[in-house]
């Protein structure tokens, strides 16, 4: 709680700071606050006992996703140090927006009441609605930005409507109360009911960006800055779906709201793969991998064991730690090429910066899922859980198995390894500069690139006990899934 | 760890240590220097190789070295764990012995090449993966090799990267393998449905468990992804393009190692294959007709490295037919005389286009046994033993197969020896028309360094000799490469020639009988007055459908290419343009080009996201309340 | 007039309640992909989070539970926020081309 | 008393429809005033007195006038918006019509549910409320500081980019 608190008012003195020209103090500010804030929320660690009147709720579980929420945040925020640089104005703002919007995030992973739930989502959401539109020159960052408010706002309306109905049938806003009310026969049967959880995930589903409630994602990607677009793609999601899997836990969810989300996620993961084909420009890219992640994402909420909320915490981390990274590139690699955002501007880059190349790829590997990565690691423990939970072949996942991560290392990738394409994108001059800002930088990629091998290569302590009933034919599809990265 | 254990660690180790060396430093090396290493490190490979070999005892049969856990997931374990036993012990003895010989040659052979350290980490690359192939304890570790190994052919195929040819070269034969490599896949997924693991050893204990049509659809895709590799018909036609990558590599991969991957991976599932003879058939006949097929294409190529190219497709064949017939240590023995012969013929064949410059066309040589007569020695003795010279290597190998074919199937029997006639035809055109008559050239000949010629005269004496290592009973030996493969395939054991021992002889006297006709018949049209290929346009229809490769290429593009072209391109600008951009942001992009002027407070595309929204909620809400 | 409010909660049904929300909420959605001014698309936002409003006054009065106003308090507050941003956005936007 | 209830439902209906069709912004306001004084209407009827003082305060007196404010500021009351295609229309309609068919679909047996408490006159009065507010609800209260900061942090940070734009004559640029 003292770091929900902390974190606010660190925004606030933010805002101060920028009142003078205090430009180069916002970042180490921001992040030794940020640093505290982890430092009082470690100190609570194991005090579960629930604040405000159940209002929130600090356990284990929030305190894991607050962590890697914190940190997350500090590592934009030393990116920020490079991105901001030569920005003249709102700099204050906008790590103030970031700082806000993580406290909407903190309240989402810890909330035991619907009303927090809310308002969480909407303090997450309002900050970035204005971040979003924070590139001054740019058309297109306005327009995302009322894009993303509008089919916010739109989205919102659904979530509360969906908390009113579920009020209305067990006249409470508590989880616990209301996780209860489910799981009865009444319950069950209660068409209120049905209809209020029908529309608060739809509601949360615009969070996650799931299909058909994602159209805000590539927009608001492509045009919102690319440290937003960064923020968005890591702490915002990971705090939605902790928020998401919160809500669900432990509901015992009516059969047909099940199916529901069963033909989301097969919708999800089909539309997120299957565009991200064609896609040219970056950040689309990395909105479509961002929606096929979501995908995979919701395949673990399709069966809840106990292990879930592990193996989504995991996903999750590794997730944001690759994209990360991978923004940092495109940072880099977009200012060698003047703003072009177009994926060809990773061409050459093996010429011209080899470390980072080898890092992006790393990278790259990881959002694909390759064997010896975390993203592997998490996706396929995501599939074992899957296949617990005895969904197999039924919905037919496998056939689209993040075929966007593929896609992405084939659009990406060999462009920047083969040495024929080595006539550089990135020219003579532009090519020193990359250098330039590698030296500086180039520690912030290399160590997110390390990390996510390291988090890869230890897949073993809680990767699951092999006691478990398995299914061989899914196993068997989960080589399959290998397949396409075998390159 | 035991020492046996560490020293197989240390096989694959070395190679791929060279090769993160070399890429790292690949700016400070000069090309002996890295060559050096590379050479060295796989030398000592295959020092360490045969000291393994020396301490091996087939009794014990083999064991697996667990170098660590790889997946091990509920349920699912796959460590990554290398095998020793007779089988990869013989080829692990062809990659790092045949490898050693080609890295020295490469020194000077790339010698001039400022690339040439990115070569030798590419090389020592190849073979780390080729070692993993065969030395993998289970389906996936040799799918790694298989796959790396076809990435480094890919890579070294396109290594001079500024020649747009060579890139699509390199292409081909990429794509080519992974085509084949999806049947691989297949197998593995369906192997593991069945069986649950992936261990070769578990594998062939409970083969029998699956059912028929589960074994038939695995050896029929585990032939398939063996096809992609070892260049069979359908997808053989990578080969003959791949001869773009610098000589060394068509040595290395392209004739000695990467392309017996499939009849290793066969082999290696010999079990599976017993079981299921009507996918030994398909192989049988699928070996036969690439034999027969390469060789009639082998006869009117005039590129010097196209028509070894043929004639190794057209050998694949030979050992594929071996295999369909079930004789697996045969098969392995070609694969080792083979490697012998055929490596050095390439390696021959660079040497004289270094010798040349780079000259490939064999109607600009000529008259070229005075100026480089090392490389035309061994070039000779490599000929007469691919062509199956009495006691020369190929002999042994080639008869043991043709003994076979004749004892499981006369037609094959006749098509092969057919195919044995072909090919020392279009040999030994090739050897007079580079050799022999007089020079048609302009460049001056010289011969080639040391470290060129030494490998040479290695495998000269190998392609000699290496009958011996399966000398048949017939001339006194005891088919000693049989009894020590037996430890490892026990489908090997089975695999006996019941003909007398006159029937033996009569057919190696109507080959040996045939084989000296044609070299006459060669002789006298080369030699004695020198024919050279004219233009294809006057050839008769068959002869020019040959020298233009039955035109399979043109087969596959009709076929494959351009309805594939065809539809990815109309998908592109029907349904990707027409349809999803306008669907994803058309009506916003109607709108910028449309209503700029009006465009003030709109809202372009947003309304009809939220229309997209509204529409998928009403969709799930009476999906819901249906299911409900 | 107090005893008429607490027999006018007794006298209507919620159905009634919940049937008007939806009609309210229902119009909202129609307009909001219906038009193209952005400030009538917000009104249209607004009807959406007040038809929301009513449905949860209407239930609070029924299971006799003040916390459901205090929803509504709290989704006043925020639509009012929401109101601003959105406000300021398309002027932002306005001020790029003007 | 049912008859004031089909007073109000009548008129917020007939007000939200003038909303979503009235050409002109200003007559779309005007009509959504009415419709939220309806709505306050039901909240009185509902015994909700302080929702229906807070609701014509926030809504009628600030959110409306910030929209009044916002149209004649910037000169938009003239009903010149472009009309949408007629398909988008139809399928706005539709899509609204659709939706509130199902909704209807789904309670059509009615809504099934009881009372959780005893009837209490007091509830929705501003001491009830409160009472809730800062006891129960107290952290939300205090964590939508953070909400309204942000807005206003936000809107000032977008606001101040118009100095930027705006022509060192300080002439409004045209809105045409």
């Known amino acids: 709680m003292s770091a929900l608190i902390l974190i606010s008012v660190l925004g606030v003195v933010l805002l101060y700071l920028g009142f003078g020209d205090n430009r180069k103090w916002l970042a180490p500010v921001g992040i030794l606050g940020l640093l505290a804030a982890l430092t009082m929320l470690l100190c609570n660690w194991n005090v579960e006992s629930p604040l405000f009147a159940g209002m929130l709720k600090f356990d284990g579980y929030a305190m894991a996703f607050d962590m890697s929420l914190i940190l997350l945040t500090v590592l934009l925020f030393l990116f920020g140090i490079d991105y901001y640089a030569r920005m003249r104005e709102n700099v204050a703002e906008q790590y103030a927006l970031m700082l806000f919007s993580l406290v909407g995030g903190l309240m989402l992973t810890s909330f035991t009441n619907l009303l927090v739930l809310f308002l969480g989502i909407e303090i997450l959401s309002i900050p970035l609605f204005i971040l979003a539109g924070g590139k001054r020159d740019s058309f297109r960052s306005g327009e995302a930005a009322f894009k993303y408010f509008l089919q916010g706002s739109f989205a919102s309306g659904f979530l509360l409507l969906g908390i009113a109905l579920i009020y209305g049938s067990t006249a409470s806003f508590d989880l616990a109360t209301v996780q209860a009310a489910v799981g009865t026969s009444a319950g069950q049967g209660n068409m209120l009911m049905l209809l209020g959880l029908f529309f608060t995930i739809v509601g949360v589903s615009f969070k996650v960006a799931a299909v058909p409630f994602h159209f805000w994602n590539p927009d608001v990607y492509e045009g919102a800055p690319t440290l937003v677009t960064a923020f968005m793609s890591t702490v915002v999601k990971t705090a939605a779906f902790a928020g998401f899997y919160r809500l669900i836990e432990y509901m015992h969810l009516p059969g047909a709201v099940q199916t529901m989300l069963v033909v989301v996620t097969v919708c999800t993961l089909f539309l997120g793969n299957i565009v991200a084909l064609r896609q040219t420009q970056f950040k689309r890219l990395m909105a479509y991998s961002s929606i096929a992640h979501t995908g995979f994402l919701l395949i673990i909420f399709l069966g809840i064991s106990e292990r879930t909320s592990g193996v989504l915490y995991y996903y999750l981390t590794t997730y944001s730690i690759a994209t990360v990274g991978l923004f940092v590139v495109l940072t880099l690699a977009k200012r060698a090429a003047k703003g072009d955002e177009n994926i060809r501007i990773f061409r050459g880059l093996f010429r011209s910066a080899p470390w980072l190349a080898i890092a992006t790829m790393l990278l790259l590997l990881s959002l694909a899922g390759i064997p010896l990565t975390a993203g592997f690691v998490a996706k396929y423990r995501v599939f074992a859980l899957g296949i617990e939970a005895k969904l197999r072949g039924r919905h037919g996942f496998r056939g689209s198995d993040g075929a966007g991560g593929h896609l992405l290392l084939r659009h990406g990738d060999p462009g920047s390894l083969h040495p024929q394409r080595a006539r550089t994108a990135i020219g003579g001059g532009a090519r020193e500069l990359a250098r330039a800002l590698i030296l500086r930088r180039g520690c912030g990629v290399a160590g997110a690139a390390a990390g996510v091998v390291e988090v890869g290569s230890t897949p073993s302590p809680s990767a699951g006990s092999p006691t478990d009933e398995v299914d061989q034919p899914c196993f068997s599809a989960s080589l399959l899934f290998l397949y396409p990265y075998a390159k | ?628 | 007039m107090n005893e008429g409010i607490i027999t006018a909660i007794r006298v209507v049904p919620l159905e009634h309640y919940v049937i008007l929300s939806f009609l309210l909420f229902s119009i909202g959605i129609a307009g909001v992909v219906f038009r193209r001014n952005t400030i009538i698309i917000l009104m249209c936002l607004e009807l959406m989070f007040n038809s929301v409003n009513l449905l949860l006054t209407a239930f609070s009065a029924y299971h006799s539970d003040p916390r459901a106003q205090v929803f509504v308090f709290f989704i006043m507050l925020v639509a009012a926020a929401e109101v601003t941003v959105g406000l300021a956005i398309p002027g932002d936007d306005e001020a790029q081309r003007g | 008393m049912l008859a004031f209830f089909y007073l109000f439902a009548a008129i917020s209906v007939i007000s939200a429809l003038i909303v979503v069709s009235a050409r002109s912004p200003i007559n779309s306001v005007i009509a959504l005033v009415v419709c939220f004084l309806s709505i306050a209407g039901h909240y009185i009827l509902l015994n909700a007195q302080f929702l229906a003082m807070v609701h014509i305060i926030v809504y009628t007196g600030a959110i409306m006038v910030l929209f009044l404010f916002v149209i004649m500021l910037l000169n938009l009351n003239k009903a010149t918006e472009p009309m949408k295609t007629l398909g988008t229309r139809v399928a706005a309609v539709l899509a609204g019509g659709l939706f509130f068919l199902t909704l209807m679909a789904a309670i059509r047996h009615g809504i099934n549910i009881t009372p959780a408490n005893e009837f209490d006159p007091g509830v929705g009065l501003v001491r009830s409320v409160g009472l809730s507010l800062f006891k129960e609800f107290l952290l939300p209260f205090e964590v939508s500081s953070v909400l309204f900061l942000s807005a206003m942090v936000g809107v000032v940070m977008l606001a101040k980019k118009e100095k930027v734009v705006v022509p060192k004559d300080g002439v409004e640029p045209s809105k045409a």
């Open chain 2, 1 to 628: 760890m035991v020492m046996t254990d560490l020293l197989a660690v240390l096989v694959p180790a070395l190679p791929l240590a060279g090769a993160v060396l070399l890429s790292a430093l690949r700016r400070k090396f000069s090309a002996t220097v890295a060559g050096s290493i590379a050479t060295a490190l796989i030398a000592i490979s295959f020092v360490a190789t045969v000291i393994l070999f020396s301490g091996f005892d087939t009794a014990a049969g083999g064991r697996t070295v667990r170098v660590l856990d790889w997946l091990s997931i509920t349920g699912m374990d796959i460590p990554l764990a290398l095998r020793i036993d007779a089988l990869s012990l013989t080829m692990m003895l062809i990659v790092t012995g045949v490898g050693a010989l080609i890295h020295l040659y490469s020194i000077g052979y790339m010698h001039d090449d400022e690339r040439a350290p990115t070569f030798f980490a590419q090389l020592n690359l190849f073979s780390f993966a080729m070692l993993m192939l065969v030395m993998g304890s289970n389906f996936l570790v040799t799918f790694i090799g298989w796959e790396g190994v076809g990435l480094c052919s890919y890579l070294l195929i396109g290594f001079w990267y500024t020649k747009p040819d060579y890139n699509y070269a390199a292409r081909k034969a990429f794509v080519m393998n992974r085509i084949g490599d999806v049947g691989m896949v297949l197998a593995m997924a369906l192997l593991f449905h069945f069986l649950g693991t992936l261990e070769y050893t578990a594998v062939m204990e409970n083969a029998h468990s699956i059912p028929a049509w589960g074994l038939l659809a695995i050896t029929l895709l585990l032939f398939f992804g063996a096809t992609g590799k070892s260049a069979q018909i359908p997808l053989f036609t990578w080969l003959p393009d791949a001869m773009a990558g610098p000589t060394p590599v068509s040595a290395l991969i392209h004739a000695a190692t990467m392309v017996t991957a499939g009849v290793f991976l066969v082999v290696r599932s010999s079990v599976l294959f017993d079981l299921v003879p009507y996918t030994r058939d398909v192989i049988l006949w699928t070996g036969t007709a690439t034999a027969l097929l390469a060789a009639t294409i082998g006869l009117f190529q005039n590129d010097i490295k196209k028509v070894l190219a043929y004639s190794t497709v057209s050998q694949l064949g030979y050992m594929f037919a071996a295999l369909g017939m079930g004789a697996y240590s045969a098969a392995m023995f070609h694969v080792t005389t083979h490697a012998f012969f055929k490596a050095l013929l390439f390696l021959a064949a660079g040497s004289v286009i270094h010798a040349l410059g780079g000259e490939q066309d064999i109607r600009k040589m000529g008259g070229l046994k005075g100026s480089i007569k090392i490389t035309f020695v061994t070039f000779f003795i490599g000929t007469i033993a691919i062509s199956g010279l009495p006691l020369m290597s190929g002999f042994f190998s080639k008869d043991l197969i043709l003994a076979h074919a004749f004892q499981h199937s006369p037609v094959a029997f006749g098509l092969l020896v057919f195919g044995a006639v072909l090919t020392t035809f279009y040999m030994f055109r090739l050897l007079f028309l580079v050799f022999y008559g007089t020079y048609r050239g302009k460049a001056h000949a010289h011969e080639s360094p040391l470290t060129m010629t030494v490998p040479l005269m290695v495998l000269a004496v190998l392609s000699v000799v290496g009958g011996a290592l399966n000398l048949p009973h017939l001339f006194g030996g005891h088919e000693p490469m049989k009894h020590f493969l037996e430890s490892a395939a026990a489908a090997i054991r089975s695999e006996e020639i019941e003909l007398s021992a006159s029937t033996e002889w009569i057919l190696m006297g109507i080959t040996a009988v045939l084989v000296f006709t044609t070299i006459a018949f060669a002789y006298g049209r080369f030699v004695k007055r020198t024919t050279l290929e004219g233009d294809e346009a006057d050839m008769p229809l068959l002869k020019r459908l040959i020298a233009q490769r039955w035109r399979v290429d043109e087969l596959y593009a009709a076929l494959f290419e351009k309805p594939y072209g065809w539809l990815s391109e109309h998908f592109h600008s029907i349904g990707e343009l027409r349809i999803m951009v306008p669907l994803q942001n058309g009506v916003g992009e109607a709108a910028l080009r449309v209503g700029n002027v009006v465009r003030k407070l709109q809202t372009g595309n947003a309304s009809f996201h939220l229309l997209a929204m509204v529409a998928g909620i009403i969709i799930f809400l009476v999906i819901t309340l249906l299911s409900n």
